[in-house]
């Protein structure tokens, strides 16, 4: 057959307004004057799919014709956020759809109120993937992103008497207009059983796995567009569903109930996304999760979309699997049992073009989130892959011992398996042997990586390790969230360019020292504060006084980032004023916003939402605050409201210890916003204040080498309460009942760990994290100096574009 030109309607109001009806009437089967908004939604959205399928066919024609190496992304995370604004800015429809759909009485932005964002993802790593991939389509680089699509994404919080609260966030129950199935490229994956051993007329030994069990995957696919360039890229998501076979076996046998329960077995694969996004619970069900989107993209990447007589040695020319983290390793011995056991290669070749095949990102440095699997888990659900892993283990050791003849020691330390407490596959070690290039997320990280993580493994291989500093996509995260300082930007710079090369966000550098342009940036702030205000009523309920700073720590809770000592913080400047040691109107005003999702299972993180809830209450309701002193803690923080609060903040806070956080991409959203950073020598935190300058970034805290250091003599967090009166004052406060309505008990559990435990070293960090506070007040009383440093801060952070992050991992990375 031919190909038909595809076209989407019209780019006028006209023809806009007609496909919108037609979506209306045809896709919802519904008049406009019996439409709901949700009809009204679900239509806009498919009508502006009509305008980008139309790229989007175009650009797979385009790239099958001259066909160049891809990139497959492989992550268990997207944290895409919705996909409206960003689909209007893509196809240049914004404009055009506001007017359309006034004409026919209908407000764009609540419609756009009315998308449920899809949270298929935890945190940093989830929306990190997010933003690379739209950079890769605004580059115009062939990339498929490959994932998982969860019926339910990361749950929905809510506050109960201060607690947090788990709601299932079914994501789906209004419809999906983004997505479209293919059940016709379905992909079996199977699990389980056992493996058999032939010899062939050469003597050559065969292997067989004879699995035991098996799903479906369903693709769902999403298109990706690209800015002003008519690319449009694919993220491919699996769902799981029953194989045919399994149920009509057991249809056939009779029995109906056990029929629906094999269902339901094989869709719990896709269900839901765990929601730890730091300590791994070695979950068998997770590791079904991963096999299974792995071998259903591995399989659908060999099998459909490269030509069918494609030679097999000519792989890594084509194709870079990038693992984002250890979540989809699987895929590196699911790649040698396809090679092996299906398409007949000899151990070594296939060895050889696997090596090439993958490179590994790594995004943590707790030792404690590295992945590791039971051999017996491993075993029991995937017996050939395991018997793979030993194999490449083997293989691998002997390597080591020959570089390092006689140091068994480091061969005990270097082995994939580990012995103890269990026998264990450690999935950072298996990426690292089979990786082309491993890196880090920002420039320290990559270095405490390749020095203290993986020693060993760069020693071996020095050039195996690389940095690429993480970035964020300027469309969704400065243009769509904050379009008047967009057109701010755009207004001093003379066109929009900026939006696809964010280094010509230098060129206000000039406009720093205009009175005038700082004024504007100002009036952009306060309009802004002004917009996250309503939302907050609307949305919480909650009234913020209008003129305070706003002071912001958003991410998710963790020990090591240490929400904790921002807390300390706030008690300390409550209790300098019940103790009448400062007066109240010393204070400068500030509005404290916290955001923060604790996994379900972790206690310590749960008990530090309810103090932070429980501060807040007493201190909001404490007349003699007079409102200079609040603290808001709006439930379920996500990307739509990351897009709100992050435009409106004035002071970002980046607080964890040094070493800990791997990189922080919230970190760069709030200095491309115009905020202040008050930060620890940490992650990106580093690359931010050396391109900012000292003067427009409050350091305070130990540094990395510092914090080894006092780990090393033996940290005892006590002596710092007993030597500092402050600190002393704040924590018997926090601990007296003074907030938990007279309960000593209800803040024990982060007091006492404070106290006596403090792995993160928040207390020995206290007196330096005062200090830069009362640095950052002394700062923004002087107005047009604070302003001044803004300005500065977005304009010299055109770094952290994940533009320039993709072609980092294209130079370093993907092209070598
Ligand atoms: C693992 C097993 C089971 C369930 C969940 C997980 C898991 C999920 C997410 C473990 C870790 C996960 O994410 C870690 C993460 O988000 N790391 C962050 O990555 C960001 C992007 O590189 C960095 O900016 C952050 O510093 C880093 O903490």
């Known amino acids: 057959l031919a190909a038909v030109p595809v076209e989407g309607p019209p780019l006028t109001v006209d023809g806009f307004v007609e496909a919108f009806l037609q979506e209306l009437h045809f896709g919802q089967g519904v008049q406009l004057d019996r439409s709901t908004v949700n009809d009204q939604y679900l239509a806009l959205a498919r009508t502006v799919m009509h305008y980008m399928m139309a790229e989007w066919l175009e650009t797979g024609r385009r790239r099958r014709a001259e066909p160049t190496k891809m990139i497959g992304y492989l992550s268990a995370e997207y944290l895409l956020g919705r996909q409206l604004g960003n689909a209007l800015l893509a196809t240049e429809l914004t404009e055009v759809a506001e007017e359309g759909l006034a004409t026919l009485g209908i407000d764009l932005a609540t419609l756009r109120s009315q998308e449920i964002e899809p949270g298929l993802g935890n945190g940093g790593l989830g929306r990190l993937a997010a933003c690379f991939i739209d950079s890769l389509a605004v580059m115009d680089v062939p990339c498929i992103a490959y994932g998982i699509r969860y019926e339910y994404g990361i749950f929905r919080q809510t506050f109960f008497n201060n607690r947090q609260l788990e709601v299932p966030d079914n ?129 659908d990447y060999i099998e459909h979309t490269l030509p069918a007589d494609f030679d097999l040695r000519k792989l890594p020319d084509q194709i870079i699997w990038q693992l984002n983290d250890t979540h989809p390793v699987i895929a590196i011995p699911e790649l040698m049992r396809i090679l092996v056991d299906v398409k007949g290669f000899e151990w070594a070749e296939a060895w050889d073009i696997t090596k090439r095949c993958f490179a590994y990102t790594c995004h943590t440095l707790l030792p404690e989130a590295l992945e590791v699997w039971p051999v017996d888990v491993i075993g029991r659900l995937l017996p050939r892959h395991l018997e793979i892993i030993f194999r490449i283990n083997e293989d691998f050791l002997i390597e080591v011992r020959e570089r390092f003849p006689g140091d068994e020691l480091r061969v005990r330390r270097m082995s994939i398996i580990a012995e103890h ?21 920002a420039a320290l990280h990559s270095e405490l990586l390749r020095d203290k993580v993986l020693p060993d493994f760069s020693e071996m291989w020095p050039d195996k390790f690389t940095n690429v500093t993480n970035g964020v996509t300027p469309r969704r995260f400065l243009r769509l969230a904050n379009p008047k300082l967009s057109e701010l930007i755009t207004e001093v710079l003379g066109d929009e360019r900026w939006v ?42 909650i009234d913020v006084a209008p003129d305070n700073m706003l002071d912001v720590m958003v991410k998710r809770l963790h020990e090591y980032k240490r929400q904790s000592l921002k807390l300390l913080h706030i008690v300390h400047l409550y209790e300098s004023v019940v103790s009448g040691r400062r007066d109240i109107s010393d204070i400068v005003p500030r509005t404290f916003v916290f955001g923060a999702k604790a996994a ?23 007349s003699r605050m007079q409102g200079r002193l609040a603290v808001v803690f709006p439930a379920n923080y996500n990307v739509t409201l990351a897009e709100r609060l992050i435009p409106a903040a004035d002071l970002s806070e980046q607080i964890s210890l040094a070493g800990k956080e791997a990189s922080g991409t919230g970190n760069m959203k709030f200095a491309l ?21 000292d003067d427009h970034f409050f350091l305070f805290g130990m540094s990395e080498p ?13 002596s710092f309460y007993e030597q500092n009166e402050d600190l002393r004052r704040a924590v018997d406060l926090l601990g007296s009942g003074e907030f938990t309505g007279s309960n000593r008990d209800a803040a024990s559990t982060v007091v006492n760990d404070l106290l006596w435990n403090d792995r993160f070293m928040a207390l020995a960090d206290f007196q330096s994290y005062v200090e830069a506070q009362a640095r950052v007040d002394a700062a923004y009383a002087d107005t047009e100096a604070w302003t001044r440093s803004a300005i500065l801060n977005v304009a010299r952070t055109g770094f952290f574009s994940s533009d320039r992050s993709m072609r980092d991992y294209l130079d370093r990375i993907w092209l070598r």
Request: hydrophobic share 35%.
């Open 171 to 299: 994501w789906l129950r209004l419809g999906s207009p983004w997505e479209f199935p293919h059940p016709e490229r379905a992909v079996q994956v199977d699990f389980g059983g056992h493996t058999e051993r032939t010899s062939d007329e050469n003597g050559r030994e065969h292997v067989q796995w004879v699995p035991s069990w098996n799903v479906q995957g369903i693709p769902y696919h999403y298109m990706v567009p690209g800015y002003d360039n008519k690319a449009v890229n694919t993220l491919r998501l699996w769902s799981a569903q029953a194989t045919d076979a399994f149920n009509l076996q057991i249809f056939n046998s009779g029995d109906h109930a056990e029929a629906v329960r094999s269902q339901t077995f094989a869709e719990n694969i896709s269900k839901v996304l765990y929601p730890e996004d730091s300590t791994p619970q070695g979950r068998e069900l997770r590791l079904q999760q991963q096999y299974f989107f792995v071998a259903c993209s591995l399989h």
């Open 421 to 441: 407490p269990e026998r264990a596959v450690r999935m950072a070690y298996l990426a690292s042997v089979a990786a082309t290039k491993i890196n880090g997320v």
């Open 500 to 541: 696809t090369d964010l280094d010509r966000l230098s060129g206000l550098e000039a406009y720093a020292d205009d009175a005038s342009f700082r004024e504007k940036f100002r009036q952009v702030k306060a309009a802004n504060k002004t917009r996250l205000f309503e939302l907050l009523k609307r949305r919480d309920g």
């Open 600 to 622: 379900p299972g972790y206690h310590m993180a749960k008990e530090t939402i309810f103090l932070i809830n429980s501060v807040a209450e007493k201190i909001n309701s404490d």
């Open 673 to 693: 916003n115009g905020a202040l950073t008050i930060g620890t020598d940490d992650g990106a935190n580093v690359e931010i204040r050396k391109l900012v300058g």
């Open 706 to 718: 510092e914090v080894a250091e006092l780990g090393a003599r033996g940290y005892v967090p006590s």
